[in-house]
């Protein structure tokens, strides 16, 4: 044995007599990319609806998953993981003069999630544009909004009265009485199209009917909603326009 080798085989056995009693553990996962729970939740807790149209209130689930028609403004909520950097996220379009954004503001920024609100506008021409909701930190998400035209409307009576006949559309009040009615535009394709103050309801005299919702009252109300109201007797023509289209109901106040 030559005295490299016998030098090696020394090394080996003091190497062994340290080493006993000891283990060594590898992990064969691959570690190229980080452990998931180190990675920051990207659209992990992202969603968006609509707040403004009738039907879409704090506690109902109004997805973009319709159209806005064509020149409405409408407020959209979103929910998404917190960064905790503590400034507002911004907001993009992708074609403003399909959609148009406002900047958003906080509701709240609590417990990993921030929740926010802003307004959209549709523009007057039917098409389709990507809202992106951007944190300081990078995290983002976003949602396409469509927007058509209105091509008919129903009109539908929503607080379980009985006033209104939709087979004539015609409304018998009393004195004092209202009705709750809803003006929902569609498309050519039959799909409902969230509407807001794309509806505008108008009475040419409150003599014997007054028009209110809100703080809008009188002879005009823009909103998909509307009370109408019988003042004293008499008979009036309430019009619902809703872009090109307009529908006509006769209310008679006994």
Same mark, same amino acid.
């Given at each position: 044995m030559n005295l490299r080798t016998l030098a090696s085989s020394l090394a080996l056995v003091v190497a062994s007599q340290s080493l006993t009693g000891c283990f060594f553990l590898f992990d064969r996962h691959d570690y190229d990319d980080p452990p998931p729970s180190l990675v920051p939740p990207t659209e992990e807790i992202s969603s968006f609806r609509f707040t403004a149209s009738r039907g879409c209130g704090p506690s109902s689930q109004c997805s973009p998953d319709r159209p806005l028609m064509a020149g409405v403004r409408e407020s959209l909520m979103v929910t998404m993981a917190d960064d905790f950097s503590g400034a507002a996220p911004t907001v993009t379009t992708s074609d403003a003069s399909v959609v148009s954004v406002s900047v958003i503001q906080t509701l709240s920024a609590q417990g990993g999630t921030y929740r926010g609100v802003f307004e959209v506008r549709a523009g007057e021409r039917a098409g389709s544009a990507e809202i992106t909701v951007t944190q300081s930190s990078g995290q983002s998400a976003t949602v396409v909004v469509r927007v058509d035209e209105a091509a008919g409307m129903d009109l539908v009576e929503d607080e379980g009265t009985a006033h209104y006949? *939709?087979?004539?559309?015609?409304?018998?009040?009393?004195? #004092? /009485? *209202?009705?709750?009615?809803?003006?929902? $535009? &569609?498309? *050519?394709?039959? /799909?409902?199209?969230?509407?807001?103050? #794309?509806?505008?309801?108008? &009475? $040419?005299?409150?003599?014997?009917v007054a028009l209110s919702w809100g703080f809008m009252r009188g002879e005009r109300v823009a909103d998909d909603h509307v009370y109408v109201e019988g003042r004293a007797p008499g008979t009036e023509v309430v019009t619902v326009r809703a872009g090109v289209v307009e529908r006509t109901i006769i209310v008679d106040v006994r």
């Open positions: 006949d *939709r087979s004539r559309d015609h409304i018998t009040l009393r004195v #004092g /009485e *209202r009705v709750s009615m809803n003006g929902q $535009p &569609v498309n *050519r394709a039959g /799909e409902r199209l969230y509407a807001n103050d #794309g509806v505008v309801w108008t &009475v $040419p005299d409150t003599g014997s």
